[in-house]
Nanobody
Framework: VQLVESGGGLVQPGGSLRLSCAAS????????MSWYRQAPGKERELVST????????NYADSVKGRFTIFRDNAKNTVYLQMNSLKPEDTAVYYC?????????????WGQGTQVTVSS
């Protein structure tokens, strides 16, 4: 199983970035895919989740209206489009895949990609 994030970097406030997470080794379409982030000295927090069935999405209040999660099941990839970035969005962003089947939880993480918002 592999989750490989890309697309992080340094961006000015108000700018945009698109993160990608390429998945392999499991049935991608059956998993809920999420983005988390962790800023220095803070706990990891959930940014956004997109369900496997129906495609419903939810977002942390701090990113609503600015971030969009979407997935391409044909490419086994989930994305996070981040617009109107703020310095407080600076963090390491992690991709997560989760599924519960037959009372067993499957939970996979990527290695993270750094996003820095600074002028």
């Amino acid at each position: 199983v592999q989750l490989v994030e890309s697309g992080g970097g340094l961006v000015q406030p108000g700018g945009s970035l698109r993160l990608s997470c390429a998945a392999s080794g499991f049935t991608f379409s059956s998993y809920a895919m999420s983005w988390y982030r962790q800023a220095p000295g803070k706990e990891r927090e959930l940014v956004s989740t997109m369900r496997s069935a129906g495609g419903s999405r939810n977002y942390a209040d701090s990113v609503k209206g600015r971030f969009t999660i979407f997935r391409d099941n044909a490419k086994n990839t989930v994305y996070l489009q981040m617009n109107s970035l703020k310095p407080e969005d600076t963090a390491v962003y992690y991709c997560n895949a989760r599924r519960i089947a037959l009372l067993k939880e499957y939970d996979y993480w990527g290695q993270g990609t750094q996003v820095t918002v600074s002028s």
